[in-house]
């Protein structure tokens, strides 16, 4: 970082290059870039510093851009390699680099606490942000999804030593970080269409611990399949005493609360009580705190944070809670089978007996066709189904492949499939006590206007 003096962001306006842009800003760079559509974040960055075109004209690059002696350019995959300015940048010799490679960069210059796994690195690495966040270390937090404490997916501390960084294994973006410590949560197969096989994806994680640096740790789950390198020193953490270094025992659950207590190395934190009391987030409050504790976190700090944790917006996020035993809404961003099925576990677990709803929009045609089977057995756990088309984000459809394809696995007898134009229509013939919209594409549009038709009964 400290090579370049401007760095030039294509691709502007996403949540995670605003992230970066603002650290960009805090250590003094001059920061520009370019985006299609000005938003509400891209004016928020504007009045920070950062001068933003919106055109894509070579003529708006600014002058402190133009030496390729000091300047970085970092740009989202999600922009065309025919932009012109990014065409321009490349064809005049200048460093070129995706958002994850400045994120390396980052890891170099700081001490990493990087989460990784197929699931729960989003919830896991917040939950430590904010514990670290509410201590003295303090951290420079790159989350990736919006705290709800924060309003943000950022947070700044010009002063501290620490980053916490949510490690993307999609398109191999974690190799290039460079944790002090890393976590991984879970390694089942995901992303296929970029990895083809279970062991090249278990060998992508395997290469991300080693890169750990040196005097750093990994902390993995009990029971993965991944085979660290050599030399790494290893802790695990697990829900229970079992195998966990790391673990949680004394377990209480009752009226909407969830207390524990965390057991580490030589000792045990007392009555620790989730703010957000979902099953799923006991271990992944034991993952985030094990990391805190390693780089010395008191137990004190530790139990309040978690106490005030809201999570990020979209992981079981409550919309609706009615009292006396009303409506309830919930949303969560679960896409894989397994956390669509700790999702729909979770709320049975929050509300036996009543009847459970789950509108569920898959992602991505690959995912649906690689897991169909398992979606459908998650989804067997639901009283009812409403399956809305494929969100195909960056993919093509893929002949053959269609929520349809679920529906003879799914065994509840109550199930259809919907358009997302047909998807509030649809949900008034049904009189639900507890609604869970799950996926990880816009269903949770939908949500103010559920909230409204539920209120309206």
Same mark, same amino acid.
């Given at each position: 970082?400290?090579?370049?003096?401007?760095?030039?962001?294509?691709?502007?306006?996403?949540?995670?290059?605003?992230?970066?842009?603002?650290?960009?800003?805090?250590?003094?760079?001059?920061?520009?870039?370019?985006?299609?559509?000005?938003?509400?974040?891209?004016?928020?960055?504007?009045?920070?510093?950062?001068?933003?075109?919106?055109?894509?004209?070579?003529?708006?690059?600014?002058?402190?851009?133009?030496?390729?002696?000091? @300047?970085?350019?970092?740009?989202?995959?999600?922009?065309?390699?025919?932009?012109?300015?990014?065409?321009?940048?490349?064809?005049?010799?200048f460093e070129v680099v995706k958002r994850a490679r400045l994120l390396g960069l980052?890891?170099?210059?700081?001490?990493?606490?990087?989460?990784?796994?197929?699931?729960?690195?989003? @919830?896991?690495?917040?939950?430590?942000?904010?514990?670290?966040?509410?201590?003295?270390?303090? /951290?420079?937090?790159?989350?990736?999804?919006?705290?709800? $404490?924060?309003?943000?997916?950022?947070?700044?501390?010009?002063?501290?030593?620490?980053?916490?960084?949510?490690?993307?294994?999609?398109?191999?973006?974690?190799?290039?970080?460079?944790?002090?410590?890393?976590?991984?949560?879970? @390694?089942?197969?995901?992303?296929?269409?970029?990895?083809?096989?279970?062991?090249?994806?278990?060998?992508?994680?395997?290469?991300?611990?080693?890169?750990?640096?040196?005097?750093?740790?990994?902390?993995?789950?009990?029971?993965?399949?991944?085979?660290? %390198?050599?030399?790494?020193?290893?802790?695990?953490?697990?829900?229970?005493?079992?195998?966990?270094?790391?673990?949680?025992?004394?377990? %209480?659950?009752?009226?909407?609360?969830?207390?524990?207590?965390?057991?580490?190395?030589?000792?045990?934190?007392?009555?620790?009580?989730?703010?957000?009391?979902?099953?799923?987030?006991?271990?992944?409050?034991?993952?985030? #705190?094990?990391?805190?504790?390693?780089?010395?976190?008191?137990?004190?700090? #530790?139990?309040?944070?978690?106490?005030?944790?809201?999570?990020?917006?979209?992981?079981?996020?409550?919309?609706?809670?009615?009292?006396?035993?009303?409506?309830?809404?919930?949303?969560?961003?679960?896409?894989?089978?397994?956390?669509?099925?700790?999702?729909?576990?979770?709320?049975?677990?929050?509300?036996?007996?009543?009847?459970?709803?789950?509108?569920?929009?898959?992602?991505?045609?690959?995912?649906?066709?690689?897991?169909?089977?398992?979606?459908?057995?998650?989804?067997?756990?639901?009283?009812?189904?409403?399956?809305?088309?494929?969100?195909?984000?960056?993919?093509?459809?893929?002949?053959?492949?269609?929520?349809? #394809?679920?529906?003879?696995?799914?065994? /509840?007898?109550?199930?259809?499939?919907?358009?997302?134009?047909?998807?509030? $229509?649809?949900?008034?013939?049904?009189?639900?006590?507890?609604?869970?919209?799950?996926?990880?594409?816009?269903?949770?549009?939908?949500?103010?206007?559920?909230?409204?038709?539920?209120?309206?009964?």
């Open positions: 970082m400290k090579e370049y003096k401007s760095i030039y962001f294509v691709g502007a306006g996403g949540i995670g290059m605003a992230a970066l842009e603002r650290y960009c800003l805090s250590k003094g760079k001059n920061v520009a870039g370019y985006d299609r559509t000005p938003t509400a974040l891209t004016e928020a960055l504007e009045k920070e510093g950062v001068n933003i075109s919106f055109s894509d004209d070579v003529a708006t690059i600014p002058d402190f851009c133009r030496d390729k002696q000091d @300047t970085l350019v970092v740009y989202t995959p999600a922009i065309p390699d025919t932009n012109v300015i990014l065409s321009y940048f490349r064809d005049n010799g980052v890891t170099r210059d700081s001490r990493g606490l990087c989460f990784s796994g197929t699931h729960g690195k989003t @919830t896991t690495s917040s939950m430590a942000a904010h514990i670290m966040h509410q201590s003295p270390l303090g /951290c420079n937090a790159f989350l990736g999804g919006v705290l709800r $404490n924060y309003d943000s997916n950022f947070i700044l501390d010009t002063h501290s030593q620490y980053s916490v960084i949510e490690a993307d294994e999609f398109d191999r973006s974690f190799h290039h970080l460079s944790p002090y410590i890393a976590v991984v949560t879970a @390694t089942d197969p995901d992303h296929l269409d970029i990895y083809g096989t279970e062991e090249a994806y278990l060998e992508s994680f395997a290469h991300f611990t080693s890169l750990i640096k040196e005097g750093g740790c990994l902390i993995c789950h009990t029971g993965l399949k991944l085979k660290p %390198r050599p030399g790494k020193g290893v802790t695990t953490y697990y829900y229970s005493r079992d195998n966990g270094d790391f673990h949680a025992e004394n377990v %209480r659950k009752g009226d909407g609360e969830i207390v524990f207590d965390f057991v580490y190395p030589g000792g045990v934190l007392r009555d620790v009580s989730l703010g957000v009391p979902v099953d799923i987030n006991i271990e992944n409050a034991v993952a985030a #705190m094990a990391v805190c504790h390693l780089v010395g976190v008191d137990g004190d700090t #530790m139990r309040s944070a978690i106490g005030s944790f809201l999570g990020p917006k979209r992981r079981f996020e409550f919309w609706l809670k009615e009292p006396n035993g009303g409506k309830v809404i919930i949303d969560d961003y679960a896409h894989h089978p397994d956390e669509l099925k700790a999702s729909i576990s979770s709320v049975r677990d929050l509300y036996p007996g009543r009847r459970l709803t789950v509108a569920f929009q898959p992602h991505l045609y690959s995912r649906t066709r690689d897991f169909a089977p398992q979606f459908s057995e998650a989804l067997s756990l639901a009283d009812e189904v409403i399956l809305l088309d494929i969100y195909p984000a960056r993919e093509l459809p893929i002949p053959g492949v269609s929520s349809e #394809m679920l529906l003879p696995g799914i065994k /509840c007898t109550n199930k259809i499939t919907c358009s997302k134009n047909n998807f509030i $229509n649809t949900l008034k013939n049904y009189n639900f006590e507890v609604l869970l919209t799950v996926g990880a594409g816009d269903i949770c549009n939908f949500l103010p206007e559920i909230c409204q038709l539920a209120k309206q009964r």
